[in-house]
């Protein structure tokens, strides 16, 4: 089972990316599913996460009002719509499946991660 993030790029200050995640297996379902980024030089952070359905949902302090998460179970892939973007929103975003039955928000309960999408907030 793998996953595969995509959708990351260059963009302006206020500009919008949707990042997709697609997981390879048929058990995406059964698994919360969460979102994280790293920036250079800094711990990889927890971003948004969504449960087995897209009802619940949470984000961090940063994101909130502006990103939102959300999942196609039967298209096995998880989305992150970023909007109103900032420099500090400039990372390598991950996807990441958690081993428990709830969101959480340190990268320790997660068994399976994408490889990455870079996103770069910049004028």
């Known amino acids: 089972v793998q996953l595969q993030a995509s959708g990351g790029g260059s963009v302006q200050p206020g500009g919008s990316l949707r990042l997709s995640c697609t997981h390879s297996?048929?058990?995406?379902?059964?698994?919360?599913m969460s979102w994280f980024r790293q920036a250079p030089g800094k711990e990889r952070e927890f971003v948004a996460g969504?449960?087995?359905?897209?009802?619940?949902?949470a984000s961090a302090d940063s994101v909130k009002g502006r990103f939102t998460i959300s999942r196609d179970n039967p298209k096995n892939t998880l989305y992150l719509q970023m909007n109103s973007l900032k420099p500090e929103d400039t990372g390598v975003y991950y996807c990441?499946?958690?081993?428990?039955?709830?969101?959480?928000?340190?990268?320790?309960?997660?068994?399976?991660w994408g490889r990455g999408t870079q996103v770069t907030v910049s004028s």
């Open positions: 990441a499946r958690s081993r428990l039955n709830r969101v959480e928000t340190s990268p320790r309960y997660y068994d399976l």
């Open positions: 969504v449960g087995r359905n897209s009802y619940d949902t």
């Open positions: 297996g048929r058990t995406f379902s059964s698994y919360p």
